[in-house]
């Protein structure tokens, strides 16, 4: 029998793509041990529910208290607001102490700034009895690559690291330049794969649908206030299409109050506040027939992957590295951070029944071939057996 191995994974405990890419590994001889690498106000659900399981592989979280409602409040009280008298407080003192506790086969940090600048505290005599593995997660090397402040701490991290992955091959060369020496795993979404088989039952073509769907970020990355400013001129011109923005971020609500109470009829909204379960945002985009995301930088965008497997026509602006999925046949939008050119593509889409049934029909065929679940994990499993 394969002996048991124990993972360190250092991340986002709210982030589902995190309890996305745990999952697949449900049926190994792993024991994994996560570590939050930043505040949180509660535990993704899917990943609490992996913790609650009894599946072969074995998932622990460490934390102060294993009671979901209140961890992430002990979280932010214990870095947040004890941090502050008691100076030795802190997540990379945690990790170092958690490090030496346990004899780790892997240490992964999923994703850079966060999980993988944390890595930069712990003494690399405690690292050299694992394997690091450092994944990129959206555009952390492409978005900060010219910081100066950044720019020394990716470089020390990748120096950490054994093994690098990314969803991007331009995030591969990106490693190249900042001085990895170590090996290239699989490129592959950081979230995993996608059960294909649930994607075409009771399936509606896009040209028989008429709604939009709007990823809503502001904040760094996002730029949602593009299309979003874009809704009435859309609405005016074409009566009958509503609109659905999700995981809507604050300083973009103002927009939003402003449309006439006529718009907002035709217009459903979910705040990142109150984010939406991920079944529930799938189930919106097998009913839209436009997708739309725009951010200042972004790697691949699990949301335009959900996009080629739902049949949502997908408009991507060309920060992300989606026009890497061109280059594989897909057909979408690819347009830069201009208003004008956004609406120019929506217009096509609105307009060209052919066009969204079309790119539907070869979007899903992509999808089987590079998007399948049992296709992904099984790259995904190289990456503890390394």
Known sequence: MTKRKTVLV???????????????????????????????RNINWELDCLFKSKSIARYNVITPLKINFLQGYLDFLKYEILAKILKSLTRSNDLIKIVKKYNFTHIHALELQGAGYLLNHVP?????????????????????????KDVDLIRKTLSLADFYSAECERDYALAQEFGFKGRNLPCIPNAGGFDLS????NFMPPSKRNQIIIKGYGGVFGRADIPIK???????????????IYSLTKELESIINGFPPNLKQRLKVS?????LKHHRIIHEFMQSRIYVGCSESDGVSTSFLESLITGAYPIQTSTSCASEWVSRGAICSIVPLDADQVLQSIRQALQSNQLVDRASEENFKIAQKYLNYEVIQEDALKFYRA
């Open 124 to 148: 690399r005599i405690l690292l050299s009895k694992s394997k690091i593995i450092v994944t990129n997660y959206g555009s952390d090397i492409y978005f900060y690559k010219n910081s100066a």
């Open 271 to 275: 705040k990142v506040s109150s984010r």
């Open 230 to 244: 874009l809704i009435e001129e859309i609405a005016t011109e074409f009566p009958k299409v509503d609109f659905l």
């Open 10 to 40: 250092i991340g986002m405990a709210d982030s589902i793509h995190v309890a996305r890419w745990l999952k697949q590994f449900v049926n190994e001889n792993i024991d994994f041990f996560l570590v939050p690498s930043r505040k949180y």
């Open 198 to 201: 649930k994607y075409r039952t």
